[in-house]
């Protein structure tokens, strides 16, 4: 049997990397997004990269995967017979969402997130901030301003005013802000990937949170 092949690491950590099957760009995990093949022959998103079988890699951006699917290239890869669902795009970016809005959730509960224009702003200023949201359907003026106050710090605009929201029980939230540590750089890299599959949500660009 073939030796699989060992990829190069990035850096000094040993951080892995994989080939996405659709570019052949070599990428770190963090990049890319993981599928594996079902018991039924199905494939299989595996956002959190923990299930079992071997794993196919893509870039974490809509068109690789469409072109993935469109070109057949998971039974390719897998050298056998596998089932694409119709939604599988969609699927993947419900996921990706669920995945940040969770992370947003439990930075609430954790004490490590705030939401509203004044608490945002007091954050930012006295520097307590891992990550800046602001809802890609928030009032363009209000946001540019906001992010004037996070010079340095990362900046995530692609949820919804309802999806942020939704993460922190409210019916819209447009200014948020989470506190460093694991929790940010976690939702920092999880809202990358998300990125790589939507659009700015729409809505009406000059609504702001009450």
Known sequence: MARRQRLP???????????????????????????????????????????????????????????????????????TEVVVGADLVDQVERLLTRRCLDLIGLARRAGQAVSGHDKAREWLKVGRCGVLLAAADGAPGGRAKMRAFAT??????????????????RERAVHMVVAPGKL????????????????????NACAEEK
């Open 184 to 203: 940010a750089v976690g939702l920092v890299r999880e809202a990358a990937r998300l990125g790589g599959f939507r659009a700015a949500p729409s809505g």
């Open 152 to 169: 340095g710090r990362p900046v995530v605009e692609v949820f919804s005013g309802t999806e942020l929201g939704s993460a922190v029980g």
């Open 9 to 79: 690491t990035e850096g000094g950590d040993g951080a892995c990397r994989r080939r996405c099957i659709v570019s052949g760009a070599v990428k770190g995990k963090d990049e890319l997004l993981r599928f594996v093949i079902g018991p039924e022959g199905q494939v299989v998103p595996d956002i959190e990269g923990r299930l079992p079988g071997r794993g196919f890699w893509l870039s974490a951006r809509r068109d690789m995967l469409e072109k993935a699917c469109a070109r057949n290239l998971f039974a390719k890869a897998a050298r």
